[in-house]
């Protein structure tokens, strides 16, 4: 079994040890002999048994770290807690067992809710505030049904709908096909047009919305024209840029291929960093190129993008060792876009 934080390792063996811990408490409580599983079991509650039941259980679950393991130690901390209070205002439960049990309880489900919160605990890459837009120009072609072809060609694509710059985007909520080239392939997909773009401020054209096997085609396409991009990490590290006076910052976002920098610092498309990451264990120094530059519009704090020269097996294993320790935390504003985008243009293209 994969490495887990100790608290999750306590949490499982208390809950898979619980029936002895309620064995030995009713023994104690009724002064039943501990020999006598049958007078112990019996005496006590429909409650307390449903309790003896489901711990190992839920505590085994907990060990595997299924998505469904957080929605059942939730549910059975709940219980306990109102299985606890409704035996202690029938009086059959003593207050020093209820103020052991009931925080015990609370701690578990605070424990889980954080995780949840700050971040998606089951699938690290799993990232509410990342969106799966690709920037990629791509020829299309769309139809209207009894209208001439369109030419056009996607601003940024995903499986679930893309923005087509033309000259002529269909009104809203019109229904059309679109055909793609993704690669070599040309993928024909069914669309309706969901907004449209007068070309003030942004390229003129439409945001289309796939329909559900629309996009299972284009979402299959992608992965085979894309590089499987990296899980980004929003972890808070202190960053010292070489060959600047005073110039230190803080990651926004980090994996082992490059990075977002907080910074107030001028820096250039183009250029060239060498820096040192201070991570946990013993700093990382890394040589990289700043890929976009942002000028903290939109939300987004100001910075660079920066994308590393090389790979750094250093950052990588105490980067790996860092998630599987903390989680991966989320940021508190907006990300910056994918790094190896040097534009914002199509920031908000495929609103779809």
Request: charged share 20%; net charge neutral.
């Amino acid at each position: 079994m994969k490495k887990r934080p100790l608290v999750l390792w306590l949490i499982a063996l208390t809950l898979m040890a619980s029936p002895i811990y309620y064995y030995i408490e009713k023994s104690r409580l009724d002064h039943l002999a501990l020999g006598e599983p049958s007078a112990i079991f019996g005496a006590m509650s429909t409650i307390k048994l449903i309790g003896v039941v489901l711990g190992p259980i839920v505590g085994w679950l907990v060990l595997t770290v299924r998505p469904i393991s957080w929605y059942a130690i939730i549910v059975f901390s709940i219980y306990t807690l109102v299985a606890n209070t409704a035996l202690l205002v029938e009086g059959r439960m003593r207050t020093w067992v209820f103020l052991l049990n009931v925080p015990t309880a609370l701690f578990v489900i605070l424990y889980f809710v954080r995780r949840e919160v700050m971040s998606p605990y089951f699938n690290p890459r799993l990232r509410w505030w990342e969106s799966d837009r690709v920037d990629m120009k791509a020829k299309a072609e769309i139809v209207v049904a009894g209208k001439p072809a369109i030419a056009a060609e996607t601003l940024n694509i995903s499986p679930s709908g893309a923005f087509l710059v033309t000259d002529n985007p269909p009104p809203v909520g019109t229904e059309f096909e679109v055909s793609i080239t993704l690669g070599k392939e040309s993928i024909k997909a069914r669309a309706s047009s969901v907004w449209t773009s007068d070309g003030k401020g942004r390229p003129m054209g439409t945001g289309a919305r796939f329909d559900a096997p629309s996009s299972k085609l284009i979402r299959a396409a992608l992965a085979d024209v894309q590089p499987r991009r990296q899980p980004r990490h929003a972890f808070r590290l202190e960053v010292d840029i070489e060959g600047r006076d005073s110039v230190s910052c803080k990651t926004f976002d980090v994996n082992d291929a490059g990075c977002f920098l907080v910074t107030e610092a001028k820096f250039g498309v183009g250029e060239k960093l060498s820096m040192t990451l201070h991570m946990i264990e013993s700093p990382v120094k890394v040589e990289g190129e700043v890929v976009w530059v942002s000028d903290g519009t939109s939300g987004r704090p100001r910075g660079i993008g920066v994308r590393f020269s090389r790979a750094a097996p250093a950052l990588r294993e105490q980067l790996g060792a860092l998630v599987e320790r903390e989680g991966t935390p989320a940021p508190t504003v907006p990300p910056p876009p994918s790094q190896g985008s040097e534009s914002e243009e199509s920031e908000e293209a495929d609103e779809s």
